[in-house]
């Protein structure tokens, strides 16, 4: 047997034991095993995809020892933040493709039983059926995972272009926890977040109430909570006051330095909750999840409209103590800190 024939026997196995009759709930007349795969979408149903590439020594660790330490956590995380993606639109996720180039040293029974059965809890976990896929030999481990989603036709797709002035910005969950743990790995607290960091919680309930309860926009925050809302704010024509006094802070988390814990809150990344807007009207949905208001939305001032340069004019303002941070003002932090948030091209 080689080792595609492996991969093809682990999968379809591991497939049948975690979701036995997920395919035919679900439409999928033809998956795994064929030149592509076939669904039927219910009437009226919209298609939401997203797709989202993982690389050893970039988004994990380069470390071969620890990528076998961590199978489990790299499959799971590889499904988990496609479906981010897609509880961002307000959609429920549906199915994922998978594309997976393997060095030599992970091309085992061992491992890639352990990396499937991590994608697969991921899979059964937030409803989503492995429906097909790619392999190829590299140096490196790296994993594109494609998810669809689906959005009914009464329910409206959330984007990032609609936050409007006047409305509430909110955030699911708590902030910092996987960007700490990445950071400082062996300290009290960064063991005890570690979770936050290999095993995040797309929030699918959470983005489907709030396209239905009007949201205006919305964005999962993998980049860096500032980065990420400056997105909304570029796409949408507008500015944010931020209050970092309000930013949701964990237990393990809130005993960190206050500038430490604030620059991790807003550059980190991998937080993967929710950032949205609401009309200042509507109460955000109640459920299971925390949710908390960090600010609103504000018009752009006079020079911020003119600035030519709109990737970093229109960004959130932060404030702190109702006093705006600014590099010449940067308290509560001794001097102005990078907060751009995670670079995919740099460094």
């Not at 709930?25 to 919209?46: C, F, H, T, W, Y």
């Not at 902030?175 to 960091?197: K, N, V």
């Not at 931020?242 to 604030?262: A, F, H, I, Y």
């Not at 960004?315 to 941070?325: D, I, M, T």
Request: negative net charge.
């Amino acid at each position: 047997m080689n080792e595609f024939e492996l991969i093809e026997r682990i999968f379809l196995q591991m497939q049948a034991d975690y979701l036995p009759s997920d395919a035919i709930k679900k439409g999928i007349e033809k998956g795994i095993g064929d030149d592509a795969a076939v669904m039927s979408l219910p009437v009226g149903a919209r298609l939401v995809s997203c797709i989202d590439t993982l690389v050893q020594g970039r988004h994990f660790h380069a470390d071969f020892e620890q990528v076998n330490k961590l199978a489990f956590e790299i499959g799971y995380k590889a499904v988990a933040v496609n479906v981010s993606d897609i509880a961002a639109m307000g959609a429920t996720p549906h199915s994922i493709l998978l594309a997976l180039a393997l060095p030599e040293q992970l091309a085992n029974s061992d491992w890639l039983t352990v990396f499937a059965k991590g994608l697969f809890h991921a899979c059964r976990l937030f409803g989503v059926t492995l429906i097909g896929g790619d392999t190829t030999r590299s140096e490196q481990l790296v994993i594109s995972v494609s998810a669809q989603g689906l959005l009914t036709a009464d329910t409206p797709a959330v984007y990032r272009s609609g936050a409007q002035v006047g409305d509430k910005v909110y955030v699911s969950g708590t902030l910092g926890d996987a960007a700490y743990a990445l950071e400082f790995p062996d300290s009290p607290q960064g063991t005890e977040l570690t979770h936050r960091l290999h095993m995040p919680t797309p929030r699918i309930t959470l983005g489907a109430a709030l396209a239905s309860a009007g949201a205006t926009a919305m964005i999962d925050i993998s980049d860096g909570l500032y980065q990420d809302l400056g997105h909304i704010c570029q796409q949408s024509g507008v500015s944010m006051q931020l209050n970092l006094e309000q930013l949701p802070t964990s237990d393990s988390l809130r005993s960190v330095d206050l500038s430490k814990r604030l620059l991790c809150q807003l550059a980190g990344g991998d937080d993967y909750e929710l950032a949205f807007t609401l009309p200042a009207h509507i109460e955000p949905p109640a459920g299971n999840t925390p949710i908390t208001c960090i600010g609103k939305v504000i018009a752009l001032t006079e020079s911020t409209a003119t600035d030519k340069n709109t990737s970093t004019a229109l960004r959130p303002e932060l404030f702190y103590s109702n006093q705006l941070v600014t590099p010449t003002q940067p308290a509560p932090f001794s001097t102005w800190p990078n907060i751009t948030g995670y670079q995919h091209f740099t460094g």
